[in-house]
């Protein structure tokens, strides 16, 4: 499996699960909108999240229902579920979460601007003197 089991313990702070809880369900959806080219057996989603596997076991329907997963293929005994890309409900969750993301980057980049030009405001400011065309530091003070 190439993900990283501690990248989705309690400790993970995606939009996602910042917006809409850290509840089992969102949490698997969380998963699979992050590895949207993975395939997961019900197992691998127990280790990766640290869940319980009852847990897990009733929840995976009700995600199924949504069409937001569905069953990809069978290896053994084990089924294997992807995300459904092509579903509305993945596709304006996408939209959610690239918006709010736009908005988090505009408020750090205000915050950032904000601060930027509180500590690079000069001392002083520079004028020009009507009569001699001579330019003058003045003090700020």
């Known amino acids: 499996m190439g ?19 850290k509840s089992p369900q ?3 959806i969380d998963l699979f909108l992050d590895n949207p080219f993975f395939e997961f057996t019900r197992l ?3 280790e990766v999240l640290g ?12 995600i199924e229902q949504s069409g937001i997963i569905i069953p ?13 890309g092509d579903s509305d409900t993945v596709k304006n969750l996408r939209g959610v979460i690239r918006g709010i993301s736009f ?3 505009e408020s750090e980049l205000e915050e950032l601007d904000t601060s930027d030009q509180e500590e690079n405001t000069p001392p002083f400011n520079l004028t020009v003197e009507e009569e001699t065309s001579e330019k ?3 003090s700020n003070d």
């Open 3 to 21: 993900v990283s089991s501690s990248m989705y313990r309690e400790g993970r702070d995606s939009i996602l699960l910042r917006m809409f809880g």
């Open 26 to 28: 969102t949490r698997i």
């Open 44 to 46: 691998e989603m127990v």
């Open 51 to 62: 869940m319980a596997k009852i847990t897990m076991y009733n929840t995976i329907p009700l």
């Open 72 to 84: 990809s293929r069978r290896v053994g005994r084990s089924q294997l579920y992807r995300l459904n």
């Open 103 to 105: 908005n988090i980057a």
């Open 136 to 138: 003058l530091l003045v």
